[in-house]
């Protein structure tokens, strides 16, 4: 098995001169960031010297054979000795691996189930006229999504089919009539239906299944790694679930993502102007701050600023890069950065992904830190309770806080790095699909389907995850995605590792002329020229952010319903080079019960059971036709990606022939 | 701050003369455990011995300060240098510290969701005519939760009236209408419901409380330790709503306990017959066991065999002792002693507490072990899937895997100790109310409350939890009530608690002669007279399961009900002298927030945070009214107890003199 990355023991650095010398080239890809720790970090400590400070990390952690499920522990097991080989209750290391990784997609499923929920009450508020400064901002995905669920939009206002949408999409929360959830049966192929039924792992209550893998996985329960492991996937399953929730209510609410052309990277803030940095994950609040600060504009201007600018920070940046073309100025692992420029008068945070340092960073500083929801706080930072019956209002109490700190500047402080970017986002499926359509008004998926069977595109990838202080910032997405581009993949991107690649001029036109190979120049240009997009196309699709994964899944779907095929035999991969949050271990798990190749770039804690590392590289396939990858070096594991399309694409090609020569449709299975 | 016992470092000891003289009396204060351990483990290796060979155990995991909650990690928390006084995302002590225990707590509340959901899921099949070998056993019970969750059951059939119940308490795992849940409000104080909503820590809904609360504690999310251990106790509320509606729905399906006669320790098991030992926590699936053995006695004796002796081992033991008089056997720490006296045929597991340990046990014996829940299997063991629609078929199939067992018995194998004791059981709250009533039929528990004001009685003690390997089983149980017994404290006792006492003979009549003080003698004495109970009366009263907390509870709000005043004023106090079990940590939790000093014997990892431990011992108080003692030397912690239940009576005192000066209510606050 590939083993992590040499770690520099005991390597502690507080000298900023010896720090640049480590982080020059091993910390971060990002030329930004790299310049900020280099001339704006003296005597600041970031999670990059966190990270080196926690070295050694412990072994046991490390590879998931350490628990701590009872007061009995914590128990660490060795492979020698009877005794020592398991823990104080007789678990062994396939079940205390199975356990911590249920209970880490459990902790993704969380996330994703109450940022759904979140949305889908948002809508109902809406729905219900408690939410004034909302709307119904699509009315045309509200049917669109209204008739995939299974309600018929006909001769209802937006306000009834809205309510009915989201009490549909709270049902698949809490009810209790042990069907499947709806926003997952609704959009999975038939082949995966009865896959998962067989598999008995399709959830009919979101929060049951989180609530029921927590209590498989407590001291005294299941034993079975793969019995947990199944408990797990359908964890996952749920993830997945409301995460869909939570992108289709944020496309009602807020609009189908279109392409949008914007900046990226920390040298979007501007000196002149009130920064104010949205952070997390909820686009319900950022979307206020943008307009409260058009309102408050001319306070802006009184207290001697050119004007309000918002930048974005992680997904919530995410959200309002692809919906509102506001700039990105960092993805995970800069946003301490962000801060350091001094040029940053608020950073507003709602939830997930948000560094607890960021307030004694901030008191570096003359910038405020707001925390905005009742479950995610930092201890004395300011915080604003944010609710959508107040939810202008309230925003402005925020923006306010930013322009009060704004006078507070100080200007010696101030080192906002040169670079940005160009950056285009806002690919939407049913943006890509727009695109699509200006070749093949009536199977506009074909144009794709077609490419790759001819050999011009080797294979869609999708960008996920995070970023992981255990590899350098963005390299690892960097790496990959120039492998993959040069190898003919169409590259769709979301979270942290779209922020990563935006960061770096991939998801401009330019790109494309740099790192694609022919195949994937000549696709791209061949939907120019038909589709004549405003900013031309990008080298990857910016699809949002990390619950807009759901957005790959979907355009798999209609590779998959093009050809007439199930799921595993798409020649579809998924890459999370920098894994890092529980939220990247639920994605990649439901991504391979999906059918899909997950490469992981980051070892997450299994490697203590070579029986669960198995039932996730082997086992997967067997049984849901996807696996994991797991490679630290990118470019071993772009490479792999690469054959996996490969063989997906071959496979394709004999089963056409085979149907050419039979006149039968599309072999089906995998 | 007290801190852990000495343990023996690498101590690690394979061989059974070495290891004798370490379990001699270090390692269980269980005399038939000890004779088994001592005279039939040659070879054998068992949790006392796994949990030397874990010594020295991480110092970082048993304070707390490692966190695993992302793929950065894992991170150790040191107190020196800022760097390293920090995970890699930045989050402190405080946050790591709060964030495991809330998710401990999650994990306990998970646990007794699931069962309470079972057991209502079960009441409902039993109404909708689909669980056949099923019935309301106690439909006075069933009126009487009705008449508690605001269901009038005049006119109703029991089948009408227990579906009523069941959807209601099913209701309180799915609904949707940000109600207090209503198997909590039912059953509190109106100034502990006043507190719980001041204090914002009302659950809606169940399984939301535990998936927000694992929300809140991922990766770049809560970083408050107050606000997420308000997070815990919201869902160690839920907690105690699981709890209830286990209790409940047990109850009515096999009867609400009455005092009943039996016996404890291995030493209940007999050569001659065929032994099934039922394991776990959910009376469903023991009960038919019971039904199905009584059917097959003949294939027994066919078998050779005088019989089959049902033997109970954990809670699943406690329900059937409590109901059916059913022996008990071992508690948590003796249940693979029970297999090495080579007599048991079958050891049937449904759910919680069993160790995966027990199937390589097994092997070493002729013993079937059998799992039965879809969700709690251990590898290569016998999976009979268990529901309530084939119950007693399927409890046949596993009586017969034993009589099949009983005739590969190896009889030189067979150490059966002679220990065993009366036990006396089936004490609810209802069965004391009768007993009360017979001194005091108007107000019976006014027969308890003077009992406390004229001296007689320094209070109520209610014993909880579980065996810790970390302490010698049993050991803290019998210290601490022997010191409460002598201190005239009356004694409450469910799971495994409940078992260690009942073993060591303390919940018969005799041990009143030998523990009490001369106030409990008194008041016993002549509860005994009026009553006139068969058993007579034992030194402390069983009250079932480890769910049957919830009885302690209950009795406790009737004293508060008698005496006028809230919780937190009633002299009566929690000890969980050998917590183990996430299910602790939720239970200690929620008798906090009721208003409880709570006692707890072994140290959860919460020491990696000064603040967290103050919240626990101080904060606690001051909000809630009620605390936790950690103390891990018993005789302290017990002594702690009689003072804290000295400090609530002599305020009572304080009160009443007051309320008679001036002729008023006794005060209701603390």
Not at 26 to 52: C, F, H, M, P, Q
Not at 261 to 269: C, I, P, Q, S
Request: charged share 25%.
């Amino acid at each position: 098995m590939p083993r992590f990355r040499e770690t520099k023991v005991g390597e502690i650095l507080n000298q900023a001169v010896a720090r640049k010398k480590i982080l020059d080239k091993v910390r971060t890809a990002d030329a930004a960031g790299k310049w900020v720790l280099e001339n704006a970090s003296d005597g600041i400590i970031t999670s990059y010297d966190r990270y080196l400070a926690q070295q050694p990390q412990c072994s046991f952690g490390l590879t998931g054979v350490c628990c701590r499920n009872c007061v009995q522990g914590p128990c660490r097991i060795m492979p020698t000795g009877e005794a020592k080989s398991r823990g104080i209750c007789g678990a062994t290391a396939y079940t205390i691996v199975a356990r911590g990784l249920a209970r880490g997609i459990a902790g993704g499923a969380s996330s994703h189930s109450d940022h759904g929920r979140h949305m889908a009450k948002t809508l109902l508020e809406v729905a219900e006229g408690r939410a004034p400064d909302y709307k119904v901002s699509d009315p045309a995905k509200l049917r669109r999504v209204a008739l995939k669920v299974g309600i018929n939009p006909e001769g209802k206002s937006d306000r009834e089919l809205a309510k009915e949408v989201a009490l549909k999409a709270l049902n698949d929360y809490y009810r209790f009539d042990e069907k499947p959830l709806t926003w997952l049966d609704s959009y999975i192929t038939p082949g995966r239906r009865a896959k998962f039924k067989h598999t008995n792992i399709i959830p009919t209550n979101l929060m049951q299944a989180i609530t029921e893998v927590i209590s498989q996985t407590v001291m005294g329960m299941d034993a079975d790694p793969v019995n947990i492991i199944f408990g797990g996937l359908k964890t996952a399953l749920a993830d997945f679930t409301g995460m869909h929730v939570a992108t289709d209510m944020s496309d009602i609410l807020f609009g189908t993502p279109e392409p949008v052309a914007t900046e990226a990277n920390l040298g979007v803030l501007e000196e002149e102007y009130i920064n104010v940095a949205t952070h997390g994950h909820n686009p319900t609040l950022s979307d206020m701050i943008v307009e409260a600060a058009l309102q408050l504009e001319p306070e802006a201007i009184k207290a001697g600023a050119k004007g309000i600018k918002i930048v974005g920070v992680c997904c919530t940046g995410n959200e309002l890069l692809m919906r509102k073309g506001i700039p990105l100025a960092a993805n995970q692992a800069s946003q301490e950065l962000a801060i350091m420029t001094g040029a940053v008068d608020a950073m507003v945070v709602d939830v997930q992904c948000f560094l607890p340092s960021l307030k004694v960073l901030s008191d570096n500083y003359h910038t405020r830190l707001v925390t905005t929801a009742i479950n995610a706080k930092i201890p004395t930072a300011t915080h604003i309770d944010f609710n959508e019956e107040e939810a202008l209002e309230l925003a402005k109490d925020i923006v306010r806080q930013a322009i009060e700190a704004y006078k507070r500047r100080n200007k010696d402080k101030i080192r906002i790095p040169k670079e940005k970017t160009k950056a285009l986002a806002g690919f939407s499926t049913e943006a890509i699909e727009s695109l699509l359509a200006a070749v093949n008004p009536e199977q506009p998926w074909k144009v794709l389907t077609d490419a790759i069977e001819s050999g011009e595109l080797a294979g869609v990838a999708l960008f996920a995850g995070c970023n992981n202080q255990k590899v350098a910032q963005d390299e690892g997405h960097l790496t990959v995605a120039k492998y993959l581009a040069k190898n003919n993949v169409l590259l769709l991107a979301t979270g942290c590792a779209a922020g990563a690649l935006a960061k770096a001029g991939l998801t401009t036109p330019g790109a494309v002329e740099a790192y694609a190979g022919d195949g994937l120049k000549s696709f791209l240009k061949r939907i120019e020229e038909a589709a004549k997009p405003q900013y031309g196309l990008p080298l990857v699709f910016h699809q949002g952010s990390c619950v807009d994964n759901v957005r790959g899944l979907d355009l798999a779907v209609k590779m998959a319903e093009t050809w007439g095929i199930d799921l595993p035999r798409v020649p579809f991969v998924v890459t999370a080079p920098e894994d890092m949050h529980e939220k990247a271990l639920s994605i990649g798990s439901w991504f391979v019960t999906m059918g899909f190749p997950v490469h992981v770039g980051v070892m997450p804690p299994i490697e203590g059971s070579e029986l669960v590392y198995s039932v996730g590289t082997q086992i997967a396939y067997d049984v849901f036709g996807g696996s994991f990858i797991f490679d630290t070096d990118p470019e071993s594991g772009a490479k792999k990606l690469v054959d996996a399309l490969d063989y997906r694409t071959w496979k394709l090609r004999i089963h056409r022939a085979a149907a050419e020569k039979y006149n039968t449709a599309l072999a089906s299975g995998y």
